[in-house]
């Protein structure tokens, strides 16, 4: 199965700095999602990328796929001590008429510091 | 405000015993989907259901199964449990077509002794 995986694994910066994480993933997409999980929590979904599309905003975030690299970006401008969580990609095909769960990739724990 | 509720936030269960987790949608969506969580291994999918009484196998569905009776609700089933079952357990729900993000419920932290 097509897997995100996540990267760095951990990310420690000044709160107003921006944050960018990585997301590699194997084999064809219809779309990849990002996801927040605050400590001990359900997911959170925050930005849905199409696979024809490039680049999408949502408030103070920014995300980037590059289906030719198989990666995607997530970036958080303005950093602030209300981000601190773990960011999931997650890749989404579907197959016959149905559909399949998500693939999700392993995190990166970011850590804003006040 | 689209919610999906999780029966249980934390259960400690005994090996061997049967365990139910309930999952609650109140957005009518078609497709529902049991996850588990473990550090280091990210979230894993254990089975999913694009229908009232229909499931398919995701991952890792083996010493688990599923029920779907009703459109708003999916169970998760452990048969027996184990303790490599311990974990924490997340629900979600999703529209069927194009517009396919997932919803997820707060988790079951499962611990079984």
């Known amino acids: 199965s097509q897997q995100g995986e996540e990267d760095p694994q951990a990310l420690s910066i000044q709160e107003g700095e921006n944050a960018t994480m990585n997301c590699s993933y194997k084999?064809?997409?219809?779309?990849l999602q990002w996801y927040r999980q605050n400590s001990g929590r359900g997911l959170v979904h925050l930005i849905l990328?199409?696979?024809?599309?490039r680049e999408k905003h949502s408030g103070r975030l920014r995300v980037t796929l590059d289906t030719s690299k198989k990666s995607s970006s997530l970036l958080i401008t303005a950093s602030r001590a209300a981000d601190t969580a773990s960011y999931f990609c997650a890749t989404a095909a579907f197959s016959g008429g149905g559909a399949d769960g998500l693939t999700f990739g392993k995190g990166t724990h970011l850590i804003i510091q006040p | 405000d689209v919610k999906v509720t999780q029966s249980s936030r934390y259960l400690v269960k005994r090996t061997g015993e049967k365990v139910f987790l309930e999952c609650v949608q109140d957005m009518d969506h078609e497709n529902m989907f049991w996850y588990r969580q473990d550090p280091g291994l990210g979230l894993r999918l254990i089975y999913f259901?694009?229908?009232?009484?229909?499931?398919e196998k995701g991952d890792i569905p083996e010493g688990y199964s599923v029920s779907r009776e009703k459109k708003e609700r999916f169970s998760l089933i452990l048969e027996s449990a184990s303790t490599n079952q311990t974990s924490m357990y997340l629900c979600a729900s999703a529209r069927l077509a194009g517009h396919y993000e997932q919803y997820f419920g707060p988790g079951t932290r499962l611990t079984v002794t």
């Open positions: 990328i199409r696979s024809n599309e």
């Open positions: 259901s694009y229908d009232v009484k229909m499931k």
């Open positions: 084999t064809s997409i219809n779309n």
